[in-house]
């Protein structure tokens, strides 16, 4: 066997025996995300703070397809001194812990005027403190098993959303801490991010003007599915051997125009 053949073989491996815990996973790309990791072989952690039927079904539904391969855990991930329970209640489930996926976010308008003091810390705790803080807990778990790290942004981290400011600032700050944990937990744990464009509409009203006027900017003049995030993370996660500090626009080339 060449080299150039054995470093491919190895490359190709399924995600068996590892362990990914996946954040805010109950539901919408979360849960996508979760359902592909597992499709791939991984054990899956499905965290959730409020949605506890649906992250129950998720996981009842992924062990009926492998006895024991996905297991529920509750927190509201803003109490940063309870993060490294968590990954150690994870870690005792499954025996590691491979790929950590900060998913979980908080998303809504704080258009400049209105904006107060609690919208700045439950944005900004949601969407940078709480990633900042479990990737920290998770450092010795994922150095063990030289696992990686992924974070879901947006694309709205470059550019700014109408009326988003704090969650504008707050993505663009988990752009940066991407980068930073990237360059240093190197060589031992790899990080990387997937920006999503239009994947799901809010699930607050949205007029058809405005989502006719999003997907004008679209070249591919549609928006995307919760499936082309999770197929990008699992290539994060198990492919991309020799990529980190990147974050992928999984946008139907939207921010190309940007």
Request: include cysteine.
């Amino acid at each position: 066997m060449s080299p150039l053949y054995r470093d491919w073989a190895v490359m190709s491996e399924n995600l068996q025996n590892k362990v990914a815990l996946v954040t805010g996973a109950a539901r919408r790309i979360g849960a996508a995300i979760a359902t592909r990791l597992h499709s791939d072989g991984a054990r899956v952690a499905v965290h959730y703070r409020g949605s506890a039927t649906d992250a129950e079904l998720l996981v009842s539904q992924l062990n009926k397809r492998r006895a024991n391969s996905a297991a529920a855990f509750q927190l509201d991930l803003q109490y940063t001194d309870e993060l490294p329970s968590l990954i150690a209640d994870v870690t005792d489930w499954g025996g590691r812990l491979d790929i950590l996926v900060n998913n979980a976010s908080t998303f809504y308008p704080t258009p400049a005027g209105d904006i107060s003091e609690d919208h700045w810390d439950d944005l900004m705790g949601a969407n940078l403190k709480a990633p900042l803080f479990l990737s920290q807990a998770a450092i010795t778990e994922l150095r063990a098993t030289h696992g990686a790290i992924i974070n879901i942004v947006d694309i709205h981290s470059q550019r700014p959303l109408r009326n988003h400011t704090v969650y504008g600032v707050a993505k663009a700050g988990l752009a940066m801490l991407t980068r930073s944990l990237a360059r240093d937990l190197a060589p031992d744990i790899r990080v990387n991010g997937v920006s999503p464009g239009a994947i799901l509409w809010p699930e607050d009203d949205m007029t058809e003007t405005t989502r006719n006027s999003i997907l004008g900017q679209i070249p591919l003049k549609r928006p995307g599915d919760p499936d082309d995030i999770a197929a990008c993370v699992l290539f994060l996660a198990r492919d991309a051997t020799y990529v980190t500090g990147q974050i992928i626009a999984v946008d139907g080339g939207r921010s190309m125009g940007w």
